[in-house]
């Protein structure tokens, strides 16, 4: 069976299970809701809910990438290349809160290091800061409710605080 045919057939197969992955927001979860699958199968439904996946994240605000790199998986339908997922893994790690984001940090670090290499986790250990930088900048630039609701209702003061975003994540390298 040919790879596209094999994807077609788990699409099919597993509607609930992609779907619940794409509206899993933390990654790390990932393996826990496909620990009935093959390694080969799990990769092929990952390949099917990643794009998906990304499209959500960035819809939502909540996957942080320089704009130029945003159109750019927008035009690849979603599907990163790996200086893509490089980033992707920047803002993950960026955009948790939580009281054990260290030892996740670590967690996270480790897994990508026994997957890629030190290299590859280097990539993105120095996509960290910028990205990080470019977080609180969007939170400083945060309104209070009613100004957020007039911002939201207008398209011109939308544009102006779209822009202001924009602005904040064309501090991440694109690159």
Known sequence: MKYYEVLEKLSQE?????????????LERWGAITKTLSKDDKSKIYDLAEPKWIERKILDGTLL???????????RDYKPLSIHRKMIWASVLVMYDGSDSKERYNRIKNKIIKKH???????????????YAAKKRIEKQALG???????????????????????????????
Not at 16 to 24: G, S
Not at 65 to 75: Q, S, Y
Not at 117 to 131: A, I, L, M, Q
């Open 117 to 131: 290499s030190n290299k590859w986790w280097f990539d993105v250990h120095k996509r960290v800061k910028p990205t």
């Open 145 to 175: 409710n009613a100004t957020s609701f007039a911002f939201q209702s207008s398209s011109f003061l939308g544009g102006v605080a779209q822009d202001a975003r924009d602005d904040a994540l064309k501090m991440i390298p694109r690159e």
């Open 14 to 26: 597993h509607p609930v299970l992609i779907e619940n992955l794409i509206a899993t927001d933390d």
């Open 65 to 75: 990438l320089h704009p130029d790199v945003r159109a750019e998986l927008a035009a």
